[in-house]
């Protein structure tokens, strides 16, 4: 069944929410055939995918191209696109253009913000001409040139305080969930056990209403990261460079492809 973002507002408190990031069509075959409830196209395709240092080089080019693809796939999963570095301070109009075509040209569902408090007038103005949001607390990783790095949210008292409100004002402009990323376990809990939507984790600890995980790395992709959060459920850099040695190999000493019978 298609899962929207009725579905995913509905199972707070009833079911967690199990979402990945999907950047192919393939990938959200499978991903939407083991009944993966969100597909994410995050602009973590940048660091994972296309070989850029950080999220900031992705554009909004790059995430209707991916976004596309996943689209294309037609995934029971609710399909989110990110939001890139910078679209959300443009002008309201100019925001919600960028919104506009992640849904109508890329076939998003929804699309996810990278977001604060203040962001919350124009995120309502947005989800008010159509477009569900999934607001994006804690790390924000477009972010990383002002925080001179990545680190953990919410360890301190204040910075609970804070993200609960960025949280609850999120909410209150109508993201249909929040997802937190990087956030300290005690202040993850405080902020799911205080908010009407579902709130996701990553890298928040398991007092969520649902996780996200970044799918190269449960796959086990090489990364020039490795977050200490992640679980590799599969070695995929193994399996791809047994498949090329040997491809090579027998290439090499002429058994593939095989001899053709006269
Ligand atoms: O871009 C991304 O993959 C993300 C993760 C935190 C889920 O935002």
Redesign the pocket.
Known sequence: MKKTVQTIRQAKGKARIT?L?AYDAPTALLASRAGIDIL?V????GT?LLGFET?VQVTLDHILHHTAAVSRAKPESLLVA?LPFSHSHLSDSETLQSCARLMQEGGAQAV?I?ADASLAPKIRHIINAGVPILG?IG?L?QRVHNLGGYRKFGKTQHEAVQLLEDARALQDAGCFAI?G?MIAPDATAHITSNLDVPFLG?GCGPHCDGQ???TTDLLGYPSQFNPSFVKTYANIEKTMTKAFNAYAEEVRNGTFPPPTKP
């Not at 995050?42 to 395709?45: E, F, I, Q």
Request: net charge negative; proline share 5%; hydrophobic share 45%.
């Open positions: 979402a990031t994410l995050g602009d973590s395709l994972t999220t990110d996810k990278e994006h790390l990783p997802l990323e990553i996200i995980l970044v």
